[in-house]
């Protein structure tokens, strides 16, 4: 598994888009107010996915032995 440096991606996390999706739907039937909580909760998701994205291409490209499990929850 190990042997040349190669990172290897087993899992890769999509939570995010989901969660932006749904909350989008939401948009359609909020009231104004709500609305405006929205869209802050979409800037700052649509952030976060973009800096997610940014880290991910990194490790990718890093060269270094690694296994990356994104979006991996542990109970």
Known sequence: MFGASKTIVMKKGNEMAKQIAAIEAMREVASSEVNRRI????????AGEAGESRVMFELENSHLDMVILQDLYLE
């Open 39 to 46: 869209e802050n909760d979409l800037r700052q998701l649509r």
